[in-house]
């Protein structure tokens, strides 16, 4: 017998039961003692209704997603037997839905069936003319409508004696222990049809959020590896819109790690010389920048005068400048479209400043973003940006669209976010592992910040706004008004678009480099796994000062012995990122396809490793 024609002889062995005890309550009634049975029947009839119902609900939870008609299911539930219990379509479905748990489905509904035919003999009344018309046997829904006509003949068979009488009332009231130990195994077999289902339907919510996740992953790595293109596209577009001569200007980019695909930047603009910022000075104006598609029905109004110079392959002249002190960012920024509202993490500190060792006291803030859709006003056609520089040095509220810079393709919406003063300094990520900062970070900000940095790597190499490799004097941290504020959420790196030394894409560079770039970061993954500097490893420490170049192949020699210790330290998955990045990425083809590997063996593994500490 399949298991669904299984399923409608259990639900179908409950109108007979139910008829039995009707029986016994209609010849109580005519032989005069049923207030002697009738808290009995109730209590028989109350768990005969409730099983019946549990079980129906089962049903449903297991045939709604393999029935997708209603009318069809309902009529299923009220025709046990009727042809739809023995459709093979719906027993095949009913089967891939239970896979491997079809047997143990099949043994449940095997002892709960046996439990309804003993429920429905202690039911039956022990009577020659009654038995002979169940026949024992509720096979066939027949069985469940002979009720019509019965209650005449059962009062008959009551008529010619005392003896059936007593008999009857004996066995009702004292089969109920009988009843109750019956009721209490269906009960058990219902609760485990019940978790069967729901194990199942977890199962397959499991396997669905997986494929939801993977496909949603897979959009958001596909995304990751085009990233540089439109970081360089931005570069290139501000450098076209910047039209300053103000050499203390500067922009910051705040490094994320991306969990969507849309195409977002947060950056901060503020002047470098904070002691005297003057007239020029944007109060450290802070932007949220969004990328579409640009309007095919509006004409390109780029202004061209003033513009930095471009080489002969079309680059920008521009300078990185990566050892300034005075450049700070705003420390909460938001992702263009969005607004943030954050939980903070405090920590109190004490940050060592200049050769002097003075000490001051300072607050760490890492914050944990909370996204809320905010809604951004529209941008006008005439608030296209002719420069940067004069459109942010208007005061504009949060989240007003300030305007929108454009090329070919793409329209860049500028989006202004909260001003605050001056800051005071910016700390460098490398004060950070020299121990100017106690205490020191947490295991948990250093592995949201290794992510962090590995995946805007992808983000951005190949792209103008990283040129050459990246050392932990690269990145910062703003520090707020007020001194005893650090924000760890926001590391940036700095940006001044003033014409210097022509420079070419990072993209046209071999593939060597790439594999230098990377080697660097893996050491700044090494630094932040153990909160310390490469230079003050043994093995560095015995290695004479260098050259740039030398010190590169110093510091990886360094690096090679420190790997040894990560596992210990920091688990396999972030010693899989390391690994990679020191002496698994030694030849990489210059085409770009690096991107997908060092997603696969690095970023992932650090996601993995930041989630085990952020549970």
């Not at 997908?596 to 992932?604: D, H, L, P, W, Y």
Request: include cysteine; charged fraction near 25%.
């Amino acid at each position: 017998m399949s298991g669904i024609e299984l399923a409608g002889l259990v639900l179908g062995a409950f109108p007979i039961a139910l008829w039995g005890l009707e029986q016994y309550r209609d010849v109580a009634k005519q032989m005069g003692f049923w207030f002697q049975i009738r808290s009995e029947y109730q209590r028989s009839a109350e768990e005969l209704a409730y099983h019946r119902l549990s079980f129906e609900g089962n049903l449903k939870l297991l045939l709604l997603p393999i029935v997708d008609d209603d009318v069809r299911l309902e009529e299923m539930l009220n025709e046990p037997g009727g042809s739809a219990w023995k459709n093979t379509t719906i027993q095949k479905a009913l089967e891939k839905r239970l896979q491997k748990s079809y047997g143990i489905y099949l043994a449940i509904l095997a002892d709960m069936d046996r439990v309804m035919k003993e429920l429905s003999k202690e039911l039956a009344i022990e009577n020659e003319h009654v038995q002979s018309r169940l026949g024992g046997n509720h096979d066939n829904e027949q069985n469940a409508r002979m009720v019509h006509g019965r209650a005449g003949r059962l009062r008959q068979s009551f008529a010619h004696g005392n003896r059936d009488f007593q008999v009857f009332r004996a066995k009702f009231t004292f089969g109920e222990e009988k009843r109750k130990e019956l009721f209490r195994e269906f009960k058990e077999f219902n609760d485990r049809l019940e978790k069967l289902t729901n194990t199942s339907d977890a199962i397959s919510r499991a396997q669905a959020n997986r494929q939801a996740a993977n496909s949603a992953s897979s959009a958001v790595n596909t995304a990751l590896l085009k990233f540089w293109n439109h970081a360089d596209r931005l570069y290139r577009i501000m450098v076209e819109a910047w039209n300053c001569s103000h050499d203390q200007h500067c922009a910051q980019l705040i490094l994320q790690h991306r969990t969507t695909a849309e195409k977002e930047f947060r950056l901060g603009f503020s002047s470098v010389d904070l002691e005297d910022p003057g007239s020029n000075s944007w109060a450290t104006s802070t932007i949220k920048i969004k990328m579409l598609d640009r309007p095919e029905s509006q004409p390109v109004l780029l202004q061209t005068t003033g513009r930095p110079s471009v080489d002969s392959n079309g680059s920008p002249h521009l300078s990185s400048p990566h050892h300034k002190t005075k450049a700070p960012s705003k420390g909460a920024l938001a992702p263009a479209i969005r607004t943030k509202k954050t939980h903070a993490s405090i920590s109190t500190t004490t940050f060592q400043h200049g050769p002097s060792g003075n000490t001051m006291t300072v607050t760490l803030l890492q914050k944990e973003d909370v996204s809320s859709m905010d809604v951004l006003s529209t941008p006008k056609v005439e608030e296209h940006i002719q420069s940067l520089c004069s459109t942010l040095a208007k005061d504009t509220e949060p989240s007003h669209c300030i305007g929108f810079m454009q090329d070919d393709d793409i329209r860049y919406y500028l989006y202004s976010d909260e001003s605050s003063g001056p800051r005071k300094s910016e700390v460098q990520l490398s004060q950070m592992l020299c121990g100017e900062i106690k205490p020191p970070l947490s295991r948990r900000q250093r592995y949201h910040l290794a992510l962090t940095l590995a995946s805007s790597f992808v983000q951005l190499k190949d792209s103008l706004w990283m040129q050459g490799s990246w050392g932990k004097e690269c990145v910062y941290f703003a520090r707020g008004e007020l001194d005893n504020v650090l924000f760890l959420e926001s590391p940036y790196i700095t940006h001044s678009f003033r014409p210097s030394v022509p420079t070419t894409s990072a993209g046209q560079k071999a593939g060597h480099d790439i594999v230098s770039g990377i080697a660097c970061l893996g050491v700044i993954l090494l630094e932040l796994c153990f909160n310390s500097p490469i230079e003050h490893h043994p093995t560095r420490a015995r290695l004479p000062p260098a050259d740039e170049y030398t010190k590169s192949a110093f510091d990886l020699i360094a690096a090679m012995e420190w790997l040894k210790e990560v596992e210990g330290e920091a688990g396999s998955d972030y010693t899989e990122a390391v690994q990679w990045c020191i002496s698994g990425c030694r030849t990489l083809p210059g085409d770009g396809s690096w991107r997908r590997a060092m997603v696969e063996k690095v970023v992932v593994p650090l996601e993995k490793a930041t989630n085990t500490w952020k549970s």
